[in-house]
């Protein structure tokens, strides 16, 4: 029984690792290719590459599990994306702009034009690349409970982690951006069908409707349909700060902000922006089997399993391979952008300015593709050995990587904002997020404790900016109308 | 360089003041609205109605753009 739901998995698993494969081997692969796939996608590639940012194993696997566990915060969930593109609309064309005039390719590429100094540069870069390793660390351990629950226990999370981990390594090293974008192709189509077909046939299946399972679920649980939930802590306070952590820290991932750079044009961005809100629909679908969840398998240890043990219980085995399948590429996929992220962030932007300054750009992709194997070994590790939730992986994160907004926002709009206010702003915000996260004071009296450290970021962003001479900012001279570009 | 128009900023304050801020007030179980509890069926609607807010301040940075082409030039120096 088990061996058909796993051949369906590797199936699909093999079908994503072909697209991929061919499409980055019909292009000649240079650096500017591999990382920013040469700046050319329209519309619709861009839009699956930042829509597949979000469809990742934390709304599939991580969203019904907090649905399932908490409660209603999980509401946050379906609350920060949408924001998270309103936020975009006001900064990615502007970023896209002065990335195409000054050859910005990653997020520390931004720091080191606009502030002029590489030793920032790598400082994002640094903070990136830590910051990034939790996010892979939680695709890698949903590919782990996929396989483990579709396998029906006979193969252990560690070896399913290695071998789908190999897959991805062996798929970044080959095919770069474009060949992740190809397969986000495959993985949204897939996830999409998933996301629907459940959450609409397991509320019927078992409760008559949608309908009649909330009046069942607000007989039986009521404090479970509300803030905060099942928990204590998750409050209002906490539910407003995690949003606006999330929806500022959204476009602050280096994936995700490497990806805006392969659109066509500024134009391209602005409509995304508009339009992907829409894309989010399939959110409160996962949310509600993570809820049917606590009626039909009350007692799971691990909340995170809750949507595949119950299609398991559900559905025949094949299905369970076919969900679990597009699970695997929604883990695989990402993991795919976040690894090419990790690796071009560590080569461009730490090792080749401060210890190879004459590596060429063919070195540093030959030294990013070893990486790849580095980083995708210490967050296998860690995946390995620690055992939080998938929701609390990517808070973690965005704890970390939204201390980089206020050095790209203030970039782009405050003419005052100098290199020390941005570093000293990031170093501390980086010393609250140490502290409160590691002193287990998170969430702080209610509050997320990144919003917590982002707030005392853009503060002394500022105060340290206003004390400090003015200095020239590396967008003062634009060379050439840009303008152009938001008109198609 | 140019700033979003403070229109266009304000329209994007709406889904913020909708969906972030205004918690309290409509994170409820009922009325139940399509079956749905009421904070869900509130996040739910802000789906749609978050890219009609954009798609007002997309018309206005757009005609921003095709009305003025030579202010671009001047604001390009800033």
Not at chain 1, 149 to 154: C, D, I, K, P, T
Not at chain 1, 285 to 309: C, K, Q, Y
Not at chain 1, 334 to 348: C, Q
């Amino acid at each position: 029984m088990s061996a058909s739901a796993l051949a369906v998995i590797f199936g699909i698993v093999a079908a994503g690792t072909c697209i991929g494969l061919y499409a980055g081997s019909r292009r000649k692969m240079d650096l500017e290719q591999w990382t920013v796939g040469g700046r050319d996608f329209g519309l619709p590639l861009v839009w699956l590459l930042m829509a597949g940012e979000v469809y990742t194993t934390f709304t599939f696997l991580g969203a019904s599990g907090w649905a399932y566990s908490k409660g209603a915060p999980a509401l946050y969930i379906l609350a920060y994306q949408p924001l998270a593109y309103v936020v975009s609309f006001y900064i990615l064309p502007r970023i896209w702009d002065l990335g195409r005039e000054h050859r910005v390719q990653t997020l520390a590429d931004f720091f080191q034009v606009r502030y002029r100094s590489k030793h920032l540069a790598a400082l994002v870069a640094a903070v990136g690349v830590v910051f990034l390793i939790p996010y892979l660390q939680l695709q890698l351990t949903g590919l782990g409970i996929i396989v483990e629950v579709a396998s029906f226990q006979g193969i252990g999370r560690t070896p399913a982690m290695l071998l789908a981990f190999a897959l991805v390594a062996a798929f970044v090293y080959t095919s770069g951006v474009r060949g992740v974008a190809w397969v986000s192709v495959l993985k949204d189509l897939l996830m999409l069908f998933a996301a629907v077909f459940v959450g609409i046939a397991i509320p019927y299946i078992y409760f008559g409707g949608i309908g009649p399972m909330f009046a069942a679920l607000a007989h039986a649980h009521p404090g479970h349909l509300v803030m905060p939930g099942a928990t204590k802590s998750l409050g209002h306070a906490w539910y407003i700060s995690t949003v606006l952590l999330s929806a500022l820290g959204f476009y602050m991932w280096p994936h995700a902000f490497a990806a805006s750079l392969t659109a066509r044009s500024a134009g391209t961005l602005r409509r995304n922006a508009v339009i992907l809100p829409l894309y989010s629909i399939t959110v409160p679908l996962i949310l509600f089997v993570g809820l049917g969840a606590t009626l039909i398998l009350p007692g799971l240890s691990n909340g995170d399993l809750s949507l595949l043990m119950l299609v398991r219980k559900t559905f025949p085995a094949w299905f369970l391979g076919l969900i679990g399948g597009a699970g695997a590429l929604t883990a695989m996929v990402p993991a795919a952008s976040l690894i090419l992220a990790a690796a071009t962030l560590f080569t461009k932007n730490i090792y080749r300015p401060l210890f190879a300054a004459t590596m060429s750009d063919a070195q540093v992709a030959t030294l990013a593709k070893v990486l790849v194997l580095v980083i995708t070994a210490i967050a296998l590790v860690f995946a390995i050995y620690s055992s939080t939730t998938l929701v609390s992986l990517l808070l973690l994160g965005y704890a970390g990587v939204a201390q980089f907004f206020p050095g790209v926002v203030l970039g782009l709009y405050w003419r005052r904002v100098t290199r020390r206010g941005v570093s000293a702003g990031l170093l501390a915000g980086m010393a609250v997020v140490a502290a409160l996260m590691l002193g287990k004071h998170d969430p702080l009296p209610g509050i997320n404790a990144g919003f917590v450290a982002l707030c005392v970021n853009f503060a002394v962003t500022a105060a340290i900016s206003c004390l400090s001479r003015t200095e020239p900012g590396g967008f003062a001279e634009p060379r050439g109308e840009r303008g152009a570009a938001t008109a198609d | 360089m140019r700033k979003p128009r403070l229109a266009s900023l304000l329209l994007g304050l709406i889904p913020f003041a909708g969906i972030c801020f205004s918690v309290s007030l409509w994170d409820r179980v009922d009325p139940l609205i399509l079956g749905l509890p009421f904070n869900f069926f509130w996040l739910i609607a802000w789906l749609g109605l978050t890219p009609l807010c954009m798609w007002g301040a997309y018309r206005l940075e757009a005609g921003r753009d095709a009305d003025r082409p030579q202010r671009r030039q001047s604001d390009g120096a800033r």
